[in-house]
């Protein structure tokens, strides 16, 4: 029972372009959101996060967008830099739950 | 240190083998989690310790025990594995679960491979 869901695995997009990064939940009860940013051969790093109050946080190059009537965020990143490449994991949260997606692998390319 | 170490990086073990992960955190705080990264498939959380009591086992096989001596350290031990069980081990804390906000530090995580 897939609650947290990122149907592209990969993403391929131009340095200086931008990137988005889907994420569909189906837990009404999730009030808090996050992605995590995952290089090889290191744990996950919390890269920006969002209550269900708002529909928009920014943090720099960073962007997460809520949408809670389609259970949907995603994850802006503009300008994409080479060093934005890794595997992205979006999470959800509520009460003591949290789920997280696959991943979706992002490859920026000079 | 800091943040959130976990030894070994890489191990490999027969089914008939007995071994343990290990974390530690130099976060100071509450909550650990052990989480296991399959390839392909979200992370599943395995074990939730608050304040050194376990507050969730996520149907979890017996071959996994998890020990929380003090909130600064968790431990998996491992038995009897199966091929299966190879993934990536990761570890994790926060300050505490009360809050659906607090935010999760993970590890580096342990490579495990089961022969």
């Known amino acids: 029972d897939q609650q947290v869901k990122q149907n592209s695995p990969s993403l391929s997009v131009q340095e200086g372009r931008i990137s988005i990064l889907n994420c569909d939940y189906t837990?009404?009860?999730?009030?808090?959101f996050l992605w995590y940013k995952k290089y090889p051969a290191e744990g996950p790093t919390f890269l920006i996060s969002i209550s269900s109050i708002k529909d928009k946080n920014e943090d720099g190059r960073f962007t997460v967008f809520l949408n809670k009537s389609a259970k949907h965020l995603s994850l802006h990143i503009v300008p994409s830099q080479p060093g934005d490449s890794a595997v992205y994991f979006c999470a959800a949260s509520g009460g003591n739950d949290m789920r997280f997606g696959a991943g979706t692998r992002l490859t920026v390319k000079p | 240190e800091t943040g959130v170490t976990q030894t070994p990086r890489h191990l490999v073990m027969g089914m008939t083998n007995k071994k343990s992960l290990k974390c530690e955190q130099h976060l100071g705080h509450n909550a650990m989690y052990w989480y296991k990264q399959s390839a392909k498939k979200p992370l599943e959380l395995m074990f939730v310790?608050?304040?050194?009591?376990?507050?969730e086992n996520n149907s979890v096989p017996s071959r996994f025990s998890p020990e929380c001596p003090n909130s600064s350290h968790l431990f998996l031990h491992l038995h009897t594995l199966q091929p299966e069980d190879s993934a990536l081990y990761l570890c994790a804390s926060s300050r505490t679960t009360s809050g659906s906000t607090d935010t999760q530090y993970f590890g580096p995580g342990t490579r495990l491979t089961v022969l």
């Open positions: 310790y608050n304040f050194k009591e376990q507050t």
């Open positions: 837990n009404s009860m999730f009030d808090y």
